[in-house]
């Protein structure tokens, strides 16, 4: 009964010296492939870097330069103000509630109107006839990027007249803002107090 269990010891033995030794995989290519996986790294990286440089690092460095060193003070004055239709009158009952609805929309209508005069070329005209617009924002002790150029146009100067003269109007309260910046506080509020009487006068013309 022993026996066959010796046998069976036997032939598992020998099987066991049968078995064949795993190859080690080849490290030369292995190690190809790791450098070159980190050559691609480094190259993504020096690209990001020269990125972030180019985008971000040189135009935050150049605009804290400018802003720091080079801008000319710029002071801002702005006033409000309601059209109102000369129309308008006060009135009692659901028929003048859709009246007085209706007169809104008339008023609504003519700031609309005030607002397009206020950024018109009639207007950059008539300050610079008045007040010396142009001049002022010509005046070579501002800083060559805020000031208008010597040789500009009159629609150079216009274009120019758009980023410092601008107007806001609230449906809701139906009020209308000027916003006049300029190199002193003085021209500012000169500027803004003009703009301010001509608008009245073209919402007399308009009543």
Do not use: W
């Not at 990125?51 to 935050?60: A, D, E, K, M």
């Amino acid at each position: 009964m022993s026996q066959p269990a010796k046998n069976e010891t036997g032939e598992a033995r020998a099987s066991l010296g049968e078995v064949t030794p795993l190859q080690k995989p080849e490290r030369p290519q292995i190690s190809a492939a790791k450098a070159t996986a980190q050559a691609l790294r480094r190259k993504r990286s020096r690209r990001l870097a020269l990125r972030l440089g180019l985008y971000v690092l040189l135009p935050s460095a150049l605009a804290t330069t400018y802003y720091v060193g080079l801008a000319s003070p710029q002071f801002e004055s702005h006033a409000t103000f309601t059209v109102q239709s000369s129309e308008q009158r006060p009135s009692l009952g659901v028929g003048g509630l859709l009246a007085g609805l209706a007169e809104g929309a008339g008023g609504g209508h003519d700031a609309l109107v005030v607002r397009d005069y206020l950024l018109s070329r009639d207007m950059l005209a008539r300050l610079n006839k008045e007040r010396g617009f142009i001049a002022h924002y010509k005046n070579p002790s501002a800083d060559f990027i805020s000031r208008l150029n010597a040789h500009a146009s009159f629609e150079d100067a216009y274009e120019y007249f758009g980023h410092k003269v601008t107007c806001d109007y609230d449906q809701v309260s139906g009020a209308v803002t000027v916003h006049v910046r300029a190199f002193n506080p003085e021209t500012a509020a000169s500027m803004s107090a003009a703009i301010l009487s001509y608008s009245e006068e073209m919402v007399n013309k308009l009543s």
